[in-house]
């Protein structure tokens, strides 16, 4: 939960902590991402991970040590020394699986980090031809500083599942994909493979997260996009996430939640963000209220997407402009400040979390504001205007 968000609400956990030797964890995918910082993670109410019902699938190893018991208060300035509300952001006992995580730079990562350090059980799908890369870069300590928690363990992902979420089953898999070595020796990761594997696993999840998307033609204008390119922005970054809840929704638990990441391109224009990409954010949208009615009605599960301010990662420099678009949200937005990955994180936490019980068929932005701006203010013709600017 992003501490912003709620000024003055404090939030207070214990948790029974397991630290370990070797731990696991997650990261993003084609959306804009950003690699997290440890400092702030101390502003959120601390939960300990969850020890792995079944080792990592690779053969990580696992050394569990003496349970030790921590209690971490996360709370605004202005409130420190006031008595605890008793409002936890508490998922311990929930699972999540996180599709898009292939690297510790991005939201999915920072999506995963939240929910453990909230309690919550973390289980990732990793995009086929990473796969290889992120579980060796796991196993030789590559993303330990990552992993770090509010209490100084490190986060632990139970099972890595591969996935490749543009194929819902085995059928639709073309040959050339079968014969490409770089998907030789894994299986079952379509997505109807992966609900079905996770479910002999584990039985069910209570949190869904869809954190990919991909537009091959992506540096191209709208009117110079192919047919091809076009419809497979929407395939990869849209249409992916009705067909994974699709799978999942039998083993979502009655009461959960499911979350996707979107981007304001959606609703703006943002030249260069081109390929069909701002059309898959808009679909992406669109589809978000219609399957909030839809699985709410069926399961009483709530559906959501988030909106996030543009970020540095791996993913997003794929796009050719992230810099630029960090500055003019630093000079543009009400609260001028670069935005965290972390932040989007705990935004996602808390609509994962009985606190937003009642929120479902919603765009969340955590842009620090950006969306509500209708021009730019840094631009000259403003210069002569006496607009506020941050002193900090």
């Known amino acids: 939960m992003a501490t912003t968000s709620f000024s003055g609400l404090q939030i207070a956990m214990s948790r029974s902590c397991i630290p370990s030797a070797q731990r696991i964890t997650d990261a993003g995918a084609m959306v804009l991402g950003g690699k997290s910082k440890v400092g702030s993670w101390n502003k959120l109410a601390s939960v300990c991970h969850v020890?792995?019902?079944?080792?990592?699938?690779?053969?990580?190893?696992?050394?569990?040590?003496?349970?030790?018991?921590?209690?971490?208060k996360a709370m605004s300035d202005s409130s420190a020394q006031s008595p605890v509300s008793g409002l936890?952001?508490?998922?311990?006992?929930?699972?999540?699986?996180?599709a898009g995580v292939a690297d510790d730079n991005g939201y999915g990562w920072a999506i995963a980090k939240s929910l453990a350090a909230a309690g919550a059980e973390i289980l990732v799908g990793t995009w086929v031809p990473a796969l290889n890369i992120f579980e060796s870069s796991l196993r030789r300590g590559?993303?330990?500083?990552?992993?770090?928690?509010?209490?100084?363990?490190?986060?632990?992902?139970?099972?890595v599942y591969p996935l490749d979420a543009v194929f819902d089953n085995p059928e639709d898999v073309p040959e050339d994909i079968k014969?490409?070595?770089r998907y030789a020796g894994s299986s079952k990761w379509t997505v109807q493979e992966v609900a079905e594997s996770v479910k002999e696993d584990f039985g069910s999840i209570d949190i869904l997260v869809h954190s990919l998307a991909n537009g091959p033609e992506v540096t191209k204008p709208l009117l110079e996009t192919s047919r091809k390119g076009y419809l497979a922005a929407i395939s990869a970054s849209s249409y992916?996430?009705?067909?994974?809840?699709?799978?999942?929704?039998?083993?979502l638990n009655p009461g959960g939640s499911s979350i996707s990441l979107t981007y304001i391109a959606s609703e703006r224009i943002i030249p260069g963000y081109g390929g069909g990409m701002s059309s898959a954010k808009a679909a992406l949208e669109s589809d978000t209220k219609v399957l909030a009615f839809e699985a709410g009605r069926k399961r009483k599960i709530r559906v959501n997407t988030i909106s996030a301010g543009p970020l540095r990662s791996r993913a997003a420099k794929a796009i050719g402009f992230i810099d630029m678009m960090i500055d003019y949200s630093l000079a543009n937005a009400p609260l001028q400040k670069e935005l965290s990955a972390e932040e989007v994180g705990n935004a996602a936490a808390f609509l994962a979390s009985p606190l937003a019980s009642a929120i479902t068929g919603t765009v969340l932005y955590v842009d620090n504001g950006l969306n509500a701006m209708g021009v730019?203010?840094?631009s000259p013709i403003f210069e002569n205007l006496d607009i506020p600017k941050d002193q900090h």
């Open 51 to 72: 020890s792995p019902v079944q080792p990592f699938h690779r053969g990580f190893a696992s050394v569990s040590s003496k349970s030790v018991k921590v209690v971490t």
């Open 88 to 98: 936890p952001l508490d998922l311990k006992g929930k699972r999540a699986f996180i």
């Open 142 to 159: 590559k993303f330990d500083e990552s992993r770090i928690l509010p209490d100084g363990s490190l986060m632990e992902i139970t099972k």
């Open 240 to 251: 992916s996430y009705v067909s994974l809840l699709k799978h999942f929704l039998p083993i």
């Open 376 to 378: 730019g203010v840094d």
């Open 179 to 181: 014969a490409n070595k």
